[in-house]
């Protein structure tokens, strides 16, 4: 077919918007009362109330995802420009019970670095001319030019902690914030729900006023089933700001441990008493499902290969590493082993790592961490969660698949690596060198921490001079827990330059402050 891609950028993208949002005005249950999600009325057209996403956008292509209210054919549409004139039209996938009416179509063979306008509908599969109100969205595919720069934002830690939709505080107001800032996608660090983490209606703030928060049936207890899970993930949608958000901006999403439940591991056994199944890796398999259901990802799709983990190409200076540090982990220990093959990523994506990074000609590789290198985050008492166990000296337990990971791209003299992540609710800047470290065969390498989006700040993590680590910057709260009322809700964005091929790390704040600002010089092996 025909295309009219033109020549404008970003035509009509308010438009657009409004239209999105008009079609999929999903009525937020009352607060203070449990109520299911909407209800699958089967009578007239089908509808996609829950708007729809964009998923690792390359520069030719992309996945779009929809939820429709009963069985339904996916239909997407491109065009150029608002008009959909000279649209190409997508066969998408059948929508039904066994994927919770969801489903992704495959877009292939997109202009690079242009405005693409799509809509998707949703038709009566038994009588294809009834068809739904389109639900329109736009995203940018990444340049072929590296002149063209690139630009993201990325954060996690969503309704976490007690802390839920509160329309009082306009909900999720820091996607509103970031939609604004226009950035080519958005990397999602993880937590990306509390399934472990009810909401009560209300709660109570220090400060003598009280929170409110939307409530529904499956975010009234800890997710178990495979329906409670998919209740916890489709609870987000609930929020205008966010449905808005993925209208416009595409994401690269990952997961971390509260989409099944806390600092959980394979082969996991659960003491809680909230849960009747134990098993967690029962548990991993449901959550799961309901992540690749709810999320265009692309090794997740129908045509993909399972994986959490990938590498999203996105243009000459961009490949983003996605990592998987829960799937493949060991179990939760002290942390102190001396030899370690499993630690935190397997020995299978440990090798996919260092082989992709060896591969990549982007000019920055930035490695999407769920979890943080130098950060101490305990499990209990004695066990050690995260990589670092809090020893300064040589490298232990988890901390040796780390050692190894730095020291290959130091032997490989590969360039331009930064590690972003969250995970911790606060946010942070840290150098790494040698000269600082227990193991020094590594070349210094800069990793940026933020968060929460909407949940519980808590204190600073403390450092494990294994790595070298010095603190540049840090914003945290003194207590744990502040809820959103009281700040401390973050997200950072990163910009390449398209002449100079610099990146700049900015750390920012709900209320768009900017608090910390850092150039980053391209060509360098480590930072």
């Known amino acids: 077919m025909a295309h009219d891609w033109g020549t404008t950028s970003t035509p009509g993208r308010r438009t657009v918007l409004r239209g999105a949002l008009a079609a999929s005005a999903v009525a937020l249950p009352a607060l203070g009362a449990v109520r299911p999600a909407p209800a699958m009325a089967l009578s007239g057209r089908p509808s996609a109330d829950w708007g729809v996403q964009v998923g690792d956008v390359t520069t030719t292509s992309g996945l779009v995802w929809v939820r429709s209210d009963r069985p339904a054919r996916m239909v997407v549409q491109t065009a150029a420009t608002e008009s959909f004139r000279g649209a190409r039209t997508w066969a998408g996938p059948l929508l039904g019970p066994d994927s919770d009416f969801t489903g992704t179509t495959a877009l292939r063979g997109l202009p690079p670095g242009e405005q693409v306008h799509y809509r998707v509908l949703l038709a009566d599969p038994d009588d294809p001319r009834r068809t739904s109100r389109p639900v329109a969205g736009t995203f940018r595919t990444a340049s072929a030019r590296r002149r063209d720069g690139a630009r993201f934002v990325w954060s996690g830690d969503i309704a976490g902690q007690g802390w839920g939709i509160n329309p009082d505080l306009g909900g999720y107001r820091i996607f509103e914030e970031m939609r604004r800032l226009d950035p080519d996608f958005f990397l999602c660090s993880g937590d990306t729900v509390y399934a472990d983490g009810p909401l009560q209606p209300t709660a109570a703030l220090p400060d003598g006023s009280v929170w409110r928060n939307v409530t529904t049936e499956e975010k009234s207890k800890v997710a178990e089933t495979l329906a409670e899970y998919r209740g916890n993930f489709r609870y987000n949608l609930l929020d205008e700001n966010f449905r808005a958000f993925n209208a416009q901006v595409p994401s690269v999403v ?274």
């Not at 799709?301 to 540090?325: A, E, T």
């Open 254 to 527: 990952q997961w971390d441990d509260h989409e099944v439940v806390n600092n959980w591991y394979p082969g996991e056994i659960l003491e809680d008493a909230r849960y009747t199944e134990k098993r967690v890796d029962v548990l991993a398999a449901r959550a799961r499902r309901a992540f690749g259901e709810y999320f265009p990802v692309s090794s997740l799709n129908r045509r993909g290969d399972g994986r959490m983990y990938r590498v999203v190409h996105h243009g000459p200076l961009l490949d983003v590493f996605v990592l998987d540090m829960r799937t493949h982990r060991n179990a939760n220990s002290e942390n102190r082993q001396t030899e370690d093959s499993r630690g935190i990523l397997g020995e299978e994506q440990l090798a996919w790592l260092k082989r992709e990074l060896s591969r990549s000609r982007a000019t920055w590789k930035v490695i999407a961490a769920d979890m943080p290198l130098g950060l101490v985050v305990p499990d209990g008492a004695v066990n050690s969660e995260g990589v670092s166990q809090g020893d300064p000296g040589a490298p232990l337990g988890r901390e040796l698949q780390i050692a190894e990971v730095l020291r290959h791209v130091k032997h490989r003299r590969i360039t331009g690596t930064v590690w972003l992540t969250a995970d911790v609710h606060h946010t942070s800047a840290q150098h790494y060198a040698p000269e600082r470290a227990a193991f020094s065969d590594f070349e210094p390498f800069w990793e940026f921490v933020t968060g929460p989006l909407n949940a519980g700040a808590f204190p600073a993590s403390r450092l494990d001079a294994t790595f070298g680590p010095e603190r540049v910057f840090v914003k945290a709260p003194q207590v744990g827990n502040v809820s959103p009322a009281g700040g401390f809700q973050f997200f950072g964005e990163a910009e390449i330059d398209g002449a100079s091929g610099e990146l700049t790390v900015r750390l920012r704040e709900l209320g768009g402050a900017v608090l910390f600002t850092k150039v980053l010089q391209p060509g360098l092996v480590g930072q």
